[in-house]
Nanobody
């Protein structure tokens, strides 16, 4: 069973940067796809970014390209989401997710079988 624990959420001002972390506990991640999603109040959960554990494929929501960067540290079994030039509309609970079946369907939440508890990011104007 994969367990995911997010951290790094905070209250920041518009224009600030923030890095979220997702620590994973599992024996091997070699076939896993790791993703970040977010959910703002009153809105549906939306895809943010994803990376294969091998690092050979990386995906972003079109609207976030250039501001957000996903990466992973194999030794630490941790996935990161670097967020720059934050905007009030980035305010949301950010979730880390893991899926065992490769990168196809990377933007759909149904492709992920394990989820973290979420971490709150609030961007003030």
């Amino acid at each position: 069973q994969v367990q995911l624990v997010e951290s790094g959420g905070a209250l920041v001002q518009a224009g600030d940067s923030l890095r979220l972390s997702c620590a994973a506990s599992v024996g091997t991640f070699s076939t896993y796809l790791m993703g970040w999603f977010r959910q703002a109040p009153g809105k549906e959960r939306e895809f943010v970014a994803a990376i294969t554990w091998s690092g050979d494929r990386i995906f972003y929501a079109d609207s976030l390209k250039g501001r957000f960067t996903i990466s992973r540290d194999i030794a630490k079994k941790t996935v990161y989401l670097q967020m720059n030039s934050l905007k009030p509309e980035d305010t949301a609970v950010y979730y880390c997710a893991a899926g065992p079946n490769g990168y196809r369907g990377y933007s759909g939440s149904s492709s992920y079988t394990n989820w973290g508890q979420g971490t709150q990011v609030t961007v003030s104007s």
